[in-house]
């Protein structure tokens, strides 16, 4: 651990929105009486009918329930949209920067209200109406902004899908939310390659039954099929679309959107985010912890498929009124400075990005960031997995001239918005630490018996009371939501995370303690790519665990047991790693599979994936006990044949 100290500077002490004594004197208040707290915080958002009751949250067991701002009624593309109308609407809203360097443009937010108006229109005409759920596979494009808010407009959940996963994936997800309508494009663009988006929709299509019509935005123009009375082009239902359409009133719990998130156990779940908590919660802790102020240009390298491109590329940067950059490709393409060159032309002055990009970069040396200017950069953040000091460091020294803080924000797809983070004129930074909650936020440390830890302490984080950006349920079944989040430790909110917490009170957080593990930053549960694996007719058992992967973070280590007579060749490691791009998606690709006789097992047939796991970490001095083993002889062929050998 490192145990270097970053103070704030002076500078970001008197222009922050937040100094020390201000987040300690707000954060009391906040955890003192949080309804009187939030009550306030809920009037930076417009309200059709205001809220009288605040916070209404029970996590007792069996009758979990979270509420905020009850009985108000607002919505989401009103306050990121309409009323920016009469104080900035020339303003650039998006800053979209395309796959091709020569490809650009700002839309303003007079430019976004027609567009989402439109879009609105469009969905309208095609029968969605509120409650409805509608599925967006798109590329990081304008209209992917355009469909989300148009969604929230007429009052329909979005779910959107990331453009890398498969028809397979596609296909549970249309099935478990029931759409009618999926949004996609002809294809997406990344790093010059074409991904087929909607060849993926057609074979998805063809494993659901709900699904009626499918809205094509051309971005390629590149030639795809189209399903007469299914398929329709959206450029083409658009032109005759009114850019006039009313927001539909929302109650402050109605759903805003789902978004399907990997567990340690079954199918991916739909994470139910609802409409006036998510909000505010995503525009404060934008505000604060990127310290937004009119006129700064923001950038979050995320996709919207993922929470953070929800909350910090959409939801939380539009409700501030912000100029918010949306980016389709990727940090190595046409160049490895590819992040700096587009930090320079559009003067991005507060940059978000993941470890595992500033890993994959710093491999490549200092000269291709060192070659770009970055002046107008003032403050950097981090996200979606532990950053190692190493790293962190890296970012602060090379890309940040030792000039710009960075907010290490820890947070989950669940918790909607940042949880635990440095304010940048407020709090000292520890490299690798997310070092203290945001306001509102009341972490504990438990041990595994749930006993809630004092003072210096390591074991597992739990947060012990509601914020207003909680998910509320697992789309359709709120047993499941209970059972997951708040059956490990009664009347606590469980992250699945382990950590650490040092003297001076920072959390550090270790990463997973459940079957998940986090590959560059995405989640995946290890149930899911067995289960992709076990689909094989080859394969008889297989067992997945995390080891530690340079630039991934994690990467994917399978233990795969073939049927009898198969033969384990090389052909077939390769055929099984194209079979789970195939069943999941590329960020599934196992990075190791080890071929094994026999897993171990206890005498009740239970896989030990302690030793699984210590052998993938290249542990296998430290087995632990193995005494429970059904065939202790097992062990020794797998550490004889492990992958990763240093
Ligand atoms: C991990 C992404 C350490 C953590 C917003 C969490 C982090 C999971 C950090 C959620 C961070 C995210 N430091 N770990 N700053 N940010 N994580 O749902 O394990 O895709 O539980 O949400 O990522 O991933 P998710």
Not at 423 to 447: E, M
Not at 531 to 548: I, N, T
């Amino acid at each position: 651990m490192s145990e270097k100290v970053y103070p704030v500077s002076g500078d970001w002490a008197k222009r922050a929105w937040v100094d020390q004594a201000k987040y300690q004197a707000m954060y009391a208040d906040s955890v003192k009486d949080p309804a009187s707290f939030w009550g306030e915080q809920g009037k930076r958002i417009d309200w059709i009918k205001p809220y009288t009751k605040v916070k209404d949250v029970s996590y007792a067991p069996g009758a979990v329930s979270i509420k905020w701002f009850e009985d108000g009624q607002t919505n989401v593309a009103l306050n990121c949209v309409d009323r920016h109308l009469a104080t900035r609407g020339d303003q650039t809203a998006i800053i979209w920067e395309g796959d091709d360097p020569n490809e650009s443009k700002l839309i303003t937010y007079r430019q976004l209200h027609e567009e989402v108006c439109r879009f609105a229109n469009v969905l309208k005409a095609h029968g969605v109406k509120k409650g409805d759920r509608v599925t967006i596979y798109l590329p990081m494009i304008p209209e992917a902004a355009y469909a989300m808010l148009a969604c929230a407009r007429v009052g329909a959940i979005h779910s959107i899908v990331f453009g890398g996963f498969s028809p397979d994936s596609l296909a549970s997800r249309i099935e478990d939310a029931a759409s009618a309508v999926v949004i996609t494009a002809d294809e997406g663009l990344r790093g010059g390659r074409k991904v087929p988006l909607k060849a993926n929709v057609d074979a998805a299509a063809d494993k659901v039954d709900c699904l009626k019509t499918v809205l094509v935005v051309r971005r390629t123009g590149g030639s795809i099929a189209m399903k007469e009375g299914r398929d329709v082009w959206y450029d083409e239902a658009a032109a005759k679309a009114s850019t006039d359409c009313p927001v539909e009133p929302m109650n402050a719990e109605d759903p805003l959107f789902l978004l399907y998130t990997s567990g340690s156990t079954g199918k991916p779940k739909g994470v139910v985010h609802t409409t006036g908590g998510y909000l505010v919660y995503a525009a404060m802790t934008h505000q604060y912890v990127f310290d937004y102020h009119y006129g700064d240009v923001y950038w979050c390298t995320a996709d919207v498929g993922w929470v953070t491109g929800h909350s910090y590329i959409v939801y939380g940067p539009l409700a501030n009124g912000a100029t918010t950059l949306m980016f389709e490709g990727i940090p190595t393409y046409p160049s490895i400075s590819r992040f700096w060159d587009v930090v320079d032309k559009h003067k991005v002055n507060i940059f978000y990005t993941a470890p595992t990009a500033i890993r994959s970069l710093m491999a490549a040396g200092e000269e291709p960031v060192k070659k770009t200017s970055r002046a107008s950069l003032r403050l950097l953040g981090s996200v979606g997995e532990p950053i190692n000091p190493e790293a962190w460091e890296w970012y602060y020294r090379v890309v940040g001239d030792n000039r710009c803080p960075i907010v290490d924000t820890w947070w989950q797809t669940e918790t909607g918005g940042i949880l635990i983070s440095p304010l940048p004129g407020a709090t000292a930074q520890k490299p690798g630490s997310a070092t203290l909650p945001f306001f509102g936020v009341q972490p504990q440390v438990v041990d595994a018996e749930g006993k809630v830890l004092e003072g210096p302490c390591e074991g597992n984080l739990v947060i012990a009371d509601s914020w207003p950006g909680q998910m509320r349920t697992v789309y359709g079944d709120h047993q499941r939501f209970m059972e997951t989040y708040f059956a490990t430790y009664p009347n606590k909110y469980f992250t699945g995370d382990g950590c650490r917490r040092d003297a001076d009170g920072y959390y550090w957080i270790t990463g997973r303690v459940d079957d998940v593990i986090n590959v560059s930053g995405h989640r995946m549960g290890t149930a899911e790519v067995e289960s992709a694996l076990v689909a094989h007719p080859k394969v008889s058992e297989a067992a997945v665990v995390g080891y530690p992967h340079d630039i991934k973070g994690q990467g994917i280590y399978a233990y795969v047991t073939l049927m009898t007579g198969e033969e384990p060749t090389e052909a077939l490691r390769k055929e099984l790693v194209t079979w789970v791009r195939k069943e999941i998606g590329p960020i599934a690709s196992p990075d190791l599979i080890q071929f094994a006789p026999g897993l171990p097992k206890t005498r009740s047939g239970k896989i030990m994936r302690r030793i699984l796991r210590k052998i993938a970490e290249d542990e296998f001095g430290s087995l632990g006990d193995t005494s429970t083993l059904a065939d202790p002889g097992v062990v020794n062929d797998l550490i004889d044949n492990r992958q990763n050998k240093r």
